[in-house]
Nanobody, 123 residues
Framework: QLQLVESGGGFVQPGGSLRLSCTAS????????IAWFRQVPGREREVIAC????????NYPNSVRGLFSISRDNAQNTVWLQMSSLEPEDTAVYYC????????????????WGQGTQVTVSS
């Protein structure tokens, strides 16, 4: 059973940066696409970036293109989300999720989820 653990969240001032990590245990990650989602209370969980098992990257919302970058190292069983120029509207719980092989934007396609890590952007 694949298990995912996010880390790296925290408090940051506007304009700052954070790097989130998603580390897997169980099966190796090289079979899986990994996506990052975020959720604000009262709103739908939103996909923001995904990387296929072979390393093809997709960024979804226009608001994060060029500012957020996803990467992976299958040898370390880890996927990262580098976030820069953070703004208060980026405040959310960030989740990583896994599914076989290729990326999809629908959260219902992902059977494996981490517990989430809180990111708070505030002055």
């Amino acid at each position: 059973q694949l298990q995912l653990v996010e880390s790296g969240g925290g408090f940051v001032q506007p304009g700052g940066s954070l790097r989130l990590s998603c580390t897997a245990s169980g099966p190796t990650l090289d079979q899986y696409a990994i996506a990052w989602f975020r959720q604000v209370p009262g709103r739908e969980r939103e996909v923001i970036a995904c990387i296929t098992n072979s390393g093809f990257k997709e960024n979804y919302p226009n608001s994060v293109r060029g500012l957020f970058s996803i990467s992976r190292d299958n040898a370390q069983n880890t996927v990262w989300l580098q976030m820069s120029s953070l703004e208060p509207e980026d405040t959310a719980v960030y989740y990583c999720a896994a599914k076989a092989t290729f990326c999809l934007g629908d959260r219902r396609s992902y059977p494996y989820w981490g517990q989430g890590t809180q990111v708070t952007v505030s002055s």
